[in-house]
DNA sequence: CTGAAAGCGCTTACAG
DNA sequence: CTGAAAGCGCTTACAG
C-alpha cells in the first residue's frame, strides 16, 4: 500500500521545487510567473496522481481553514436542522464547510466546543448561544474571530445577531387568542433563561395584563431536560385543575406533547378551544382542525446568517456589528 | 491583544523544555519520570494562562485527530438527525468529536466530502452511502481508515455495515395490508436506486405478487428533487385514477406530503383506507385515526455504530468485517 | 522564471 | 530526570 503523496513526492517527480508546486496549487501560477510548460506539466502529475493537499498543514501554515464552525442548541430539532441545512447549502457554494455540533444546553459542551472549534482554527463561529458562555464568545471577539450569534441574544455583547422579535410575535399570538373571545389563556413554556423564551413569555403577560386576562397560575414551565412522561403528566394536570379554553406554546416540541395529551384527555379543539404553537411543523398543517402557529422565517435568517459571515471573513475592516431583527409571522388556521 | 500561547511560551515560562511541558501535556509525566516539582508547576502555568494545545498541529505531528467524520444524506431528516444526535452523545464521552455534512444525493458532494474529511484526518468515517462512490470507499479502506456504512449497504464492499432488513420490513407491512381485506395496495416510493429503497419495493411487490394483487399501475416513484407541488399533483392523480384501498409509503416526508393529499381528497383514514408509512414520526400517533408505521431501531443501530468505530479504534489487528442487520418494527395502530 | 530556507506548533526517538 | 533536534506538510518572503 502506497502512504499519502505529499507536495514533496509531487515536486521530485516534476522536477521542480515544492515552491513551484504550492505555487501552481494555489492558483498563483500566473501571479508568480511560472512558466506555462511547467504549469502544465505539473498539473498533470497532480491530477494523475490524485494528489491532495494536507489541509492541516496549510491550516497550520496559514492559520485559517475554511471552516465554520455552527453551534445550536440541538440539530435534532428541526428549527435548527432547517437552518443547518440551508447555512451548509450556501456555505458551500462558496467553499466553505460547515462543522455542526449540539450543546444541549450545557455550558461545559459549549465551551468545549468552543474550544474544540478554536483549536481547529475554524475561519467563524455561527452559535446560538446559552448564557454562561459570554466570556468565552467575547474571548473570541478579542481574537478578532468572526462570531455570529443567532436565534438567542446574549445581554452585553455588542455583536452581529440574527433573531426574530419574540417579543412581538408572542403579543400578536396572545392578542389573537384574546380578540377570538378567549378568557383563560394557558402558557405551556421551558423553564431556561434563556431570552427567546423569555421574550415569548413577556409578552404573553403583557397582553393578557392589559386585557386583565391574566392568570399565574395558567403558566407552566416545564424543566429543560425531564422525561416526557412527565412533562405530559404536568400539561394533564394544568388541563384538567384549570378552566381553560386556548393555549399557546412556546415551543414546538412542547406543542407536539400538548397535543397528545389534549388527545388523550378527549378535549376537542374548536370554537371554544383554540392552541397556538410557537415554530410551525408540517404536523400542524396535517391536524384536523389544523394548527395555528407562528412561523420564524427561517430562509431569511439562514441568508442573513451566512450573508453576515462571508462578508466579514472578505474584509479586513471592522464594521459595526449589526443585529438583524425579523418578525415572526403569526399563522391563523381557521379551518377545519 | 495577546497572541494565541503556543507550547513555547509555556516551555519558556515554566524554565524547561518544550519536551518536557508536551510530556506533562500528554499525561506522560510518570512515563518519562519528570519530578513532581516540576509538573505541578508546569500544570500551573497551563492551567493559569488557559493555554490549549494546537490540535491542528498536534494532527499534523501524530496522524490522527480524534474526530469521527459522519455523512449521511440530508442532516435535517429527522431519521439521521436522531441517529447523529445519539452517535454524537456517545463519541463525545469517549473524548470524539463528530463533524457531520449531507450529500444531499449527489456523488460530487460526497466525495468531495470525503476528501475533505481525509485532508483534515479524520480518525473514522460513519457512511450512509450512495450509489457511486465505491472506489472512494474502497481507496479509504485500503487506506486502513475505520470506515463504517449504515443505512444503506452498498454491493460489491465487504466492509462493516449496520442496518435494517427492509425488505422483511416492507413485506410484513404489505401483508398486514393484505391481511386486513385490502384489495388495491398503493406504493409511493422515491426513484432512488438504493439498496434500502429499492428492497422495500421488492417486498412490497413479492407479497403482493404472492397474493395475486400486484398491480404495475399502483406504484408511483417520486422524483427525488422534485418539489412538494409536483410530488402532491402526481399522488393525487394516483389516488383519483385508480381504485386505491391502502397504500404504503416508502419515506417519511412522502408518508407526510401523502397524508396532506389524502386530507386534501377528504379520503377518510378507515376501515375501507389503510395507510402505512416507513420510518416512524411523531405526526402519525397524533392523527385521527393514527397512522402505522415501521419503526427503525435507531438507538439501537447508533449505539452498533459507534461500538463499532470505536471497537475498530482501539484495537490495531484487523477483525474481519461485520454485518448488522437489525429488525424493522411493525407498528400497527388501528384505534381511532 | 524558479528555489532554498524559515517557520506554523506540535511529538518523539535519542542522548545524556 | 530533562533537553536538543528532526520532522509532520505546507506557505511565503527573499534572493537570484
Redesign the pocket.
Known sequence: MK??????D??LEA?????????I??G?AKE????????KKVEKIIEDSG????Q???S????NSNIIGLIVEDISNPFFAAIAKMIEYKAYKKGYKIIYSSTENEVAKAQDLINMFKSRKVDAYIISPIKGIEDDIKALINDHKTVVLFDRDLAGLNIDYVGVDHFKASCDATLALVEGGRKNIALVTIDLDVKQITDRQAGYREVLEKHKLFKEELILKIPFSQSEAETEQQMKELFSQNKVDAVLFATNYLAISGLMVLRTLAVKRDKDFEVIAYDDHIVFELLTPQVSAVQQPLEAIADKIIDLVLSRLSTKEKKLPQQVIFPAKLILRKNT
Chains 1, 2 share one sequence.
Open positions: 502512504k499519502t503523496l505529499s507536495i514533496k509531487i515536486a522536477g521542480v521545487s515544492i515552491t513551484t508546486v504550492s505555487f496549487l494555489n498563483k508568480k510567473a511560472i512558466s506555462d510548460f511547467v504549469t494528489y491532495k493537499p494536507n492541516l498543514a496549510r497550520l501554515r496559514t492559520g
